[in-house]
């Protein structure tokens, strides 16, 4: 299985998403992004059609924004690879946890959330 992952640089809650991926996938490609270049990272694999080459597709620590949540949502070869897992306030205000394939969660049962914890679960 192909993962590509794009996940947080600035802290360790985005480097803990590489590790785990690491530690659980074979084949891992992963890319350090901060909030304001993600849309543009991802819009380079699929300008490009290399994001279809990947089985899944993460977004770890950090969120999609449209027009590229709703690119990934209207494509039916992408929207069933795609998981985003965020925990930022923002996010939620931004009603970017609309579709199926974002988890975007502040707290649960055991506190506060994380980025890996989530991708953990």
């Known amino acids: 299985m192909k993962i590509l992952l794009f996940t947080h640089k600035s802290d360790i809650d985005?480097?803990?998403?590489?590790?785990?991926?690491?530690?659980?996938?074979d084949n891992v490609e992963y890319v350090l992004c901060e909030a304001f270049n993600l849309q543009n990272e991802v819009k380079k694999y699929y300008d490009d059609g290399s994001i279809y080459n990947y089985d899944k597709i993460f977004v770890t620590d950090l969120w999609l924004e449209d027009p590229t949540l709703s690119k990934v949502a209207n494509d039916n070869k992408l929207k069933d690879k795609f998981l985003i897992f965020d925990h930022h306030k923002s996010a939620i205000e931004g009603n970017y946890n609309k579709y199926d394939f974002a988890t975007i969660r502040i707290s649960d049962e055991k506190g506060l959330c994380s980025g890996t914890s989530l991708f953990y679960e």
């Open 14 to 25: 985005g480097m803990g998403n590489a590790v785990l991926a690491k530690l659980a996938f």
